[in-house]
């Protein structure tokens, strides 16, 4: 399962190290940068931020997006930890730093798992030693590994790579990301304003510097990772990083436009965009991917808010579980978005088939209905004929596995 | 189970007329002052109103409160449904209006059941014949005929009433309720503001002004059928009316203030506490209420805007449902509520066991915390220490039946 994309100069893996109560089941993750690299990233804007993000941000701005390492583990949050728990944070990158030699301030956090429970450091200390021996000396390309670590009700790990042109020369592009439950970003930047546990570790041989990149990834996140909704849920943990070293001799990217940095924000695009769609396939209990597109519309963010609002619906999304072209509950959904709309005007499709016109029912084929909403990926796509705008959500069907996962989740 | 709180000078009836899929269950319900009588109403801020909705609110306003029926009927929504939909809400009141020798103007519509369907006419008009013949002349107490024809998804009617005095008189208020699924009410006056399909009707021998009872109902509803979520799901066709005779003989209420009005107001609290606490008991697939209280805030709009998202969380409810204290998770939605807090400050009890203290978890025993939460009713209580205002929201946990009931609810 080694990546053909793998960026240059990099280095990932992942082990057990007895942190999550699954027996056996990797939870430590290590990503290394062999040159100085640079990093942009974005982190949960709930107001009950965990340790690794705390820490992770104050790094971020600190000291110019200059990154060497990102350490993960899943099965502790570190959140609702308190001082101690930054504490754990702190000493979690000094353990990587010293064992890769590099700075601790280059060195960032991220956590994954139950919220108030601290972390077994002893057990962690081992991991880091563990991670560190597996890396070795030269590039280790175990990022599947990694990515196994970093699940925790995740099914399936999520990886999604490209390799594209900057400039003429091939660069590489490798993403992976967890996210099942607790999912309703709401990423932002150190300073700005964007929308899970939901993680993604981006690597690329590309050289961008902090701040474009950080311009780059909240424009891609705003139009992925941030519209997308397991539970409606927002976590404590979320966090997307994105790391570039330039080892692979493509021209650097100093500014936000022009062909070069449309070009890589083009590939970012397509990583972020494959990592969310698995996400939302991957939710938990899941059975299938519900996409929700609202067109029509007088403002891409009147649009995403409709949109958020009826891929959150409990009863759309148990509808779609059940094959139940119930198009009603849609319009109620869209009805308390707090977007003003004309009933009247609307139009809704279940994939083709058009089941509403001008706010009321369409004759249509209740059999042909139920076939495609059996389908593994469906569409519900409603017009407000209104204006030009658009966007669209994420999410899946609701099933009583997720009430079974998440009924047993800690006990 | 006839009533022995029945106000004076009302009648109520229900039955079956074939409008619900279900054979033989009762789909519709009259109620009847055969006094002139005043009313009040809250309606769905849903901006996709339903026909009965729109129908009800302009006689509302355009009839100065004048009230003599209400005639209800589940199977339908009679929503999306167009032109043709408020024709037959229109047909519907002059209907019952001709039987009871009132005024159209005089009749109040409600719908519940599926959104999108037009109402089958023939079988309604047969059942308004039969609502009225069941009426007969004299007064009928058949409320409990009532409550059962407007549940839909509903396990078990639900019934409030109380006697009380005014001025010395004795009166009488009785009020049901459906409410299942579907529901996170945002009722509002026909001009104001506050917040499933809920419907409620509350009859009473008092004697108010419409103006008085307004004001009286939105206070209320916003401190109770305002504060319940279900499924987070707003519904097109929330209803909620009161209906004064005066057939008590006691005085007239005509200014929202003073001891009367205070008597008033606190009777029409506790029916209506009643009836959201049942309807909270009895959500789709519920085994137990949830009641959360967030104190210590700021202002009491923030503290139920918080309240509110713990108690829609699927997260928070999975865990009530599995009997679980993983009181991270209502820290978790605590972040996302939107209002303003300092983590370090906040606690947080299951019940009587406090379980977080200054934002970190307290020692405390899990065997206790699990037998707490699988009882019948439980409290999820959290203090943010900014302020001396509160407020409570009320739910139920989220099971797999929920997702049962939804997915196949219509096909």
């Given amino acids: 399962m080694k990546s053909s994309c793998w ?8 082990l057990s190290a007895g942190l999550s109560k699954k027996k056996n089941k990797k939870d430590m993750a290590l990503f290394f940068s062999h040159l100085p690299a640079q990093g942009a990233a974005l982190f949960t804007s709930n107001l009950a931020k965990a340790a690794p993000i705390l820490l992770t941000e104050k ?15 899943s099965g502790s949050a570190n959140a609702a930890t308190g001082v101690p728990g930054l504490n754990d944070a702190e000493t979690s990158a000094a353990w990587v730093a010293k064992g890769l030699k590099v700075s601790p ?10 919220i108030g429970t601290r972390i077994n450091m002893a057990k962690y200390e081992h991991g880091v030693r563990g991670l560190i021996k597996n890396l070795g000396s030269s590039e280790t390309n175990e990022g599947h590994l990694a990515a196994e670590a970093i699940m925790t009700t995740d099914t399936v ?25 607790m999912i309703h970003p709401v990423l932002r930047g150190p300073h700005g304003q964007l929308h899970a546990t939901m993680l993604v570790f981006i690597l690329t041989d590309a ?7 950080q311009r780059a990834l909240e424009s891609v996140a705003d139009r992925t990772f941030n519209c997308v909704s397991i539970d409606g849920d927002t976590s404590t943990n979320d966090f997307v990083s ?29 990583i972020c965009d494959q990592l969310t769609r698995k996400i939302a396939l991957d939710g938990e209990g899941a059975s299938k991917l519900v996409e929700v597109h609202v067109e029509g519309a007088r403002s891409e963010k009147s649009a995403r808010q409709m949109a958020s609002v009826i891929a959150s619906s409990p009863l759309v999304k148990t509808a779609c579980h ?13 009805g308390r978005s707090g977007v003003h709309f004309d009933p009247t005007r609307i139009r809704i499709w279940l994939g083709d088939i058009p089941v509403c016109h001008a706010g009321v029912e369409l004759p249509f084929s209740e059999a042909e209905a139920i076939r495609y909403l059996k389908n593994k990926e469906i569409l519900i796509r409603v017009n407000l004929g209104l204006g030009h705008k658009k966007s669209r959500y994420l999410t899946c069907d609701f099933t009583g596995q997720y009430v079974g996962i998440n009924a047993g989740y800690r006990t």
Same sequence: chains 1, 2.
């Fill in 242 to 270: 994105i790391l570039a070293n330039g080892a692979a001799g493509a021209p650097e990217i100093t500014v936000p436009r022009g062909r070069h940095y449309n070009e890589f924000k083009a590939a970012l695009m397509q």
């Fill in 157 to 181: 790990p999520k990886i999604a790579e490209i390799t594209f042109k900057l400039g003429g020369v091939p660069v590489h592009m490798w993403g992976c990301a967890k996210g099942s439950g």
């Fill in 105 to 114: 301030d280059d060195v960032w956090v991220a956590s994954t798992g139950v």
């Fill in 207 to 213: 050289s961008a510097t902090t701040p474009v990149m």
């Fill in 7 to 14: 960026p240059l100069g990099f280095s990932a893996t992942g």
């Fill in 59 to 73: 790094k971020l701005t600190q000291h110019r997006g200059h990154v060497r390492a990102v350490v993960v583990n």
């Fill in 322 to 334: 059940g094959a139940d072209p119930n198009w009603g509950r849609v319009l109620a959904a869209m």
